[in-house]
């Protein structure tokens, strides 16, 4: 997919890599800001992953199974972007915080009630979202080159020069947004390093189906092992559902 109209226009005030849901959500938000201030800013948006048919809601690896909580703040800001009604569809209320300890009597429950808010925060599938955002930002100007990748970076006096590897193509911004997740390719070729500590574990995550509703109440629960969550997702095909995430000690053969 790719909303560039020439290769000839190859400068641009902000270039965002990756379009994930942080580089999509950046590049409405700066749309927005842009409309409402009367600016003029040229916003470029490249990724590596194809975003052809993710806004018919088909499967891409960066718009994933897994679900995300958005907090109240979160959903805040994407309603001050008018994208919160349409996102709103596909999300799940979260009312109540059940939170508890394995082995101990004492309990936690927080309510939005009792914050002054209407919910504590919204659980959305990846998916859903990934479309919805894609479907938001096909509305605006914002120029998208998919699927596509950097070959080479080079600061410049005022920006950055970018060559696309698959293309040759050399695009010039003023601004360069590194947004392209876990294991940036991008950032290792600015010279950053990540610094990461292995915890010893690993997260089983899967989407399961329920025998009573589930209120809105999301749990989590602190065993030996590691803490245990079940986050409310919205009902599909008239069944309660809730995404589970399971922290579990990663087994080691000796």
Known sequence: MSKSQTSDESHYDIVIVGGGMVGISLALLLAKQRTAEGQSWKILLLEAQPLDGLAEGT???????????????????????????????????????????????GLTRIRAEDAGVAALGYVVENRWMGSRLLNQLAATDVEIMSPTTIDSITPLMAGMQLVLEDTGQVVQTKLLVVADGLGSSTALKLGITPNSSVYGQTGIIANITLEKPHGGVAYERFTDQGPMA????????????????WTQEIWQQH
């Open 59 to 105: 499967y891409k690896p960066n718009f994933d199974a897994r679900s995300t909580a958005l907090s109240w703040s979160s959903h805040k800001i994407f309603e001050s972007i008018g994208f919160w009604p349409e996102l709103k569809k596909s999300a799940s209320e979260i009312k109540q915080i059940h939170v508890s300890d394995r082995g101990h009597v």
């Open 230 to 245: 079940l986050l409310p997702l919205t009902d599909f095909q008239g069944q309660p559902r809730s995404a589970l995430v």
